[in-house]
């Protein structure tokens, strides 16, 4: 069982979400990982080019933690891959939501950035 | 480095994050390095990724704290905002305690830690003649041992004399004027270190008798009256001192802000004559500045040794007096130095009491909040992070406390100065808020915080979880050991409100005392004042004395003046002693022979001041021209004549061997304490004025009908009508004058009644407190009692036994405590000894009653305990 972090208001108010942040929701949207895993998630899809201590990595998902964005599990998902040493987090509804708020919002931003003309309609 | 030690000096700097952050991910953290430098094959890679690592933890780790801090804030503020009479209760009383404690720092600051306005102060040190007798000599040094203790020195960089004095200072079409001046030898301004403004200090050429008069400015004194001329230098200004009026020459102008002794604005020379001044004359006071290297006690057995031998050397010139050499700083706030540590004492007692009731608040909080807290650590919360929590909430309440205490402070500050009349505090005394001062509530705050949340976390700490929520909330697992913790608490502030009490008990009997006390002459409605008239005009003898009748005539025709008098100086402002010989006494020498106060005064006197003549006459117009006549007070004429007629007898003033004239006893008048109203045994003689007596400055008495306003002013304008030359100052009542001469009692009183006060009240609260804990409670048990028959009285009776037995204790600590804590307060006392019996016993009546009072609202409410639904409720 994964243990219950209160709730915050709503999503918005984690706008604009810290890059690592939204880095480690989107590597936990496909499924549970561990920290190793969520860092080599992050540094393939971005070519290497986000480099995430570990002791930053933790401190947000801490943070993470603590606002309800993800939880730890208590249980390994596959226990044919398992690392017994290491802990397994898991993306929240409200953390999907927070995630999704924080994609919009870049959405926007392109559009934005695409009416002015600073970036060509079709990259 | 290999793969393992770096991973193992990384986990070493895992600890500088939270204890919680770290016991949760710190080998996940390792883990995760360990893999990131597995999966590098080039060794400097591997260094670098290590190396980020490394930075990462440091610029990580002080944000965890920050995030960490900032929630247990938003948790405590939310805790506090639950509980908002009790949080404001903590609040207000530990703003009373920091605050108290901020406001007697901040005076002590001011006046003994503050340096003095001189370079390298710690090494000026104030140096004085003294033959160790109390009420004896001491506080002058004579010019010719001057001489000789400057030239034999082995330890003095510069030594100077200088004495405080008012001058008159004469301008064309407006009225003399007095202000504060200052006398010293050449050297005063090097051992002050000071360098002028414009011009030069003195020259030794500048101090030798006769020299051309000269005169240092102070910066005020020359913006003030010339506008900051620099064209100052070499011009004359009239100044009347007591060498008479002098065209003194401006040779220099001090910085801003230099003023010494006093609040000097002008500085002259003193040109002292060593023919014209012995070594029994006591009146120049000394300064001097030691070598570097060496300390005051040094330099006191240097010259003690120099002393010794000018005894020696001029053995009928002695009275066994030996050098004194202090601090000069300590020296200057002597008066006020016990008075203030004192009261710093007393702060502390009721910074301590109030720590211990909102300790012992925050533990019955505590204790209510078991469930929440076991709940919070089966939750997963570390006993670190509850911990932490407590301490949070109390650092919290500290701060907020520190604030409100800063606030009094700085209200009460200002407050407490404005009740000390002018002039009783150093020019130099800086009350304003220094890096000591912030350093000091920074401290004290810190300790406050630790001493208000040490003990709640500590229980908190070793709350057993299990137990603590099995019991449901029913307090109890850190009930039992905090109820007693709880106790100690009340019984400690109990003994530290007895040693308040009793300190400001016997404060206020010595007030109490001073304020009865039979001074020998009437104070009301008398109005002083000191005249100094020009020498030139008025030369010593017949021009004087017509001057001075002419003053006497003047101010008696105004409407409500009874009867006017002059004086060599006003009640309480009198120092000037001589040794006294009695004829048919065995002749003394200097050393043993008594010194008695010496005054010189009108006819009318005794009359004016409503001092009783008990023999003879008062002095007379015939006097005048038959002046080797005196009088003599009732202590002088008992001990000396006993049962016998002092009328008729002579005695005669200064050294013994120097043989003086013999004066005649015309009179025996009630004895007067014209020094020091505390001070008992020293008489006075008294002789008359007839125009011989140097009149640069003549203290004047004018008694007025009873309900009269002071006629300050028309005194003022009559002396101007005479002659616009002849200045006035120091007008004043005598009334005023006595208050301000015992200024320090009421001052010091008010300020630990008001402690003392604060500190019953808290106790008393506390002991509220507690008591009324307890009795909730047992209630279970007290309805049980009732149950099986016990009355209400033996309820009642077992509460307030309960409460007596920490009453007991805490008082017999603090009388006890008080017993040798008072000792410290002898010499602030008058007619009351330290351990005076009432004063202790009133003590612990008002503390018995003020128990009795805490204890039994709670002990009716056990009386009250309804035994059925006591028992229902279990």
């Known amino acids: 069982m994964p243990r219950k972090r209160p709730e915050p208001e709503s999503p918005s108010d984690f706008l604009p979400l810290q890059k690592d942040m939204f880095h480690i929701l989107v590597a936990l949207a496909g499924h549970d990982r561990h920290g190793y895993s969520i860092m080599q998630d992050i540094a393939a899809r971005t070519e290497g080019k986000l480099q995430i201590s570990p002791s930053s990595l933790y401190s947000a998902i801490k943070r993470m933690m603590d606002s309800g964005l993800i939880e730890e599990l208590d249980e390994r998902p596959d226990p044919e891959r398992d690392d017994q040493r290491r802990r397994y987090y898991r993306i929240t509804d409200f953390g999907r939501k927070v995630a999704v708020a924080e994609a919009r919002r870049l959405e926007r931003l392109l559009a934005d950035a695409r009416a002015t003309g600073l970036v060509p309609k079709r990259l | ?874």
């Open chain 2, 1 to 874: 480095m290999s793969r393992d030690a770096s991973i193992r000096l990384y986990r070493g700097l895992l600890w500088l994050y939270p204890l919680e952050f770290r016991e949760h991910f710190a080998p996940e953290i390792c883990l995760l390095l360990a893999d990131n430098l597995r999966a590098q094959t080039n060794g400097l890679r591997r260094f670098a990724i290590w190396l980020a690592a490394v930075a990462a933890i440091f610029v990580d780790a002080p944000k965890e704290h920050y995030h960490m801090i900032r929630q247990d804030v938003i948790y405590a503020l939310r805790t506090m905002r639950r509980e908002k009479l009790t949080s404001l209760i903590a609040i207000l009383v530990l703003a009373l305690g920091i605050g108290s404690t901020a406001t007697v720092f901040t005076l002590v600051n001011g006046l003994l830690l503050h340096p003095l306005p001189f370079p390298q102060q710690d090494r000026l040190i104030y140096v004085e003649e003294s033959n160790g007798k109390s009420g004896g000599v001491s506080g002058a040094i004579a010019f010719p041992n001057y001489l000789d203790l400057c030239s034999r020195n082995r330890s003095l960089d510069s030594f100077a004399l200088y004495q405080s004095s008012l001058v008159a200072l004469r301008r064309e079409g407006a009225d003399a004027e007095r202000i504060q001046g200052g006398y010293g030898t050449a050297p005063l301004f090097r051992v002050l270190g000071v360098p002028p403004l414009l011009g030069r200090t003195f020259t030794p050429e500048d101090d030798r008798p006769n020299a051309a008069p000269v005169v240092v400015l102070s910066e005020d004194f020359w913006r003030s009256r010339y506008s900051g001329d620099p064209a100052i230098l070499g011009k004359t200004i009239q100044i009347g001192t007591m060498f008479g009026i002098r065209a003194s020459q401006v040779i220099g102008v001090m910085p801003r802000g230099f003023h010494f002794p006093d609040n000097a604005q002008m500085w002259m020379p003193m040109q002292l004559d060593v023919r014209s001044n012995t070594r029994t004359d006591l009146w120049l006071e000394g300064i001097a500045r030691v070598r570097a290297g060496v300390t005051p006690e040094q330099a006191q057995t240097d010259l003690r040794a120099i002393m010794q031998q000018i005894a020696r050397e001029h053995p009928t010139e002695t009275y066994g007096q030996t050098v004194n050499a202090v601090r000069f700083q300590t020296q200057a706030t002597g008066d006020v130095r016990p008075v203030l540590l004192t009261l710093l004492g007393a702060v502390a007692c009721v910074l301590l009491i109030a720590c211990a009731n909102i300790s012992s608040l925050m533990l019955v909080r505590a204790s209510a909040r078991q469930r929440e807290i076991a709940v919070r650590g089966a939750l997963g919360a570390s006993r670190s992070r509850v911990v932490r929590q407590f301490v949070v909430e109390s650092g919290l309440l500290g701060i907020l406390g520190a604030i409100g205490g800063m606030a009094m402070s700085w209200i009460a500050v200002p407050a407490l100065l404005r009740l000390t009349p002018a002039g009783t505090l150093p020019v130099w005394a800086n009350f304003s808020a220094d890096l000591r001062t912030w350093i000091f509530i920074v401290s004290i705050t810190a300790g406050t915080a630790i001493l208000v949340g040490g003990l709640p976390a500590l229980s908190a700490s070793r709350l057993n979880l299990v137990d603590a929520l099995k019991e449901g909330g029913r307090s109890n697992t850190f009930g039992v050991a905090g109820a007693r913790v709880r106790a100690c608490l009340v019984a400690a502030e109990v003994a530290m409100s007895v040693l308040l009490l009793t300190g400001a008990g016997l404060m206020i009997r010595t007030f109490v005392n001073l304020e009865r006390q039979d001074v020998g002459f009437r104070i009301e409605n008398l109005t002083t004042l000191y005249s100094a008239a020009p020498r030139d005009r008025y030369p010593l003898g017949d021009a004087a004395a017509q001057l001075i009748e002419r003053i006497e005539r003047e101010f008696a025709s105004l409407p409500g003046v009874v009867s006017v008098a002059a004086a060599s100086a006003a009640p309480m402002a009198h120092d000037w002693f001589r040794s006294l010989t009695v004829e048919g006494a065995p002749l003394l020498s200097l050393r043993d022979a008594p010194l008695e106060n010496h005054m010189v005064v009108t006819p009318g006197y005794f009359k004016t001041l409503g001092i009783p003549i008990l023999e003879g006459r008062d002095f007379g117009r015939g006097d005048e021209t038959n002046f080797r006549v005196t009088i003599v007070d009732a202590g002088i004429a008992r001990h000396y004549w006993p049962n016998r007629s002092a009328l008729g007898k002579r005695i005669r003033f200064g050294p013994p061997e120097d043989n003086e004239p013999w004066f005649t006893v015309v009179g025996v008048v009630g004895e007067a304490r014209n020094q020091d109203i505390r001070k008992l045994g020293l008489n006075s003689v008294y002789i008359p004025y007839q125009g011989k007596f140097d009149h640069s400055s003549l203290a004047w008495l004018v008694r007025t009908d009873s309900g009269m306003a002071s006629p300050g002013d028309a005194l003022r304008r009559r002396v101007s009508q005479i002659d616009r030359n002849v200045a006035v100052s120091d007008v004043t009542t005598l009334q005023q004058i006595v208050d301000e001469s015992i200024w320090q009692e009421p001052f010091f009183t008010t300020l630990l009644a008001f402690f003392a006060a604060l500190a019953l009240l808290m106790a008393t609260v506390g002991l509220y407190g507690v008591m009324a804990y307890t009795v909730s409670r047992r209630t279970h048990e007290l309805g049980i009692r009732m149950a099986l028959g016990a009355s209400a009285r033996e309820i009642r009776g077992m509460v307030l036994v309960q409460s007596g037995r920490l009453v007991g204790a805490g008082l017999a600590i603090g009388i006890a405590a008080s017993v040798f804590a008072t000792r410290l307060l002898a010499k602030q006392l008058y007619g009351v000894k330290p351990t005076d019996p009432q004063t202790f016993l009133a003590v612990a009546a008002l503390l018995i009653g003020a128990a009795l009072l805490a204890s039994y609202l709670p002990a009716r409410r056990a009386t009250r305990v309804d035994p059925i639904l006591a028992l229902r409720e279990e």
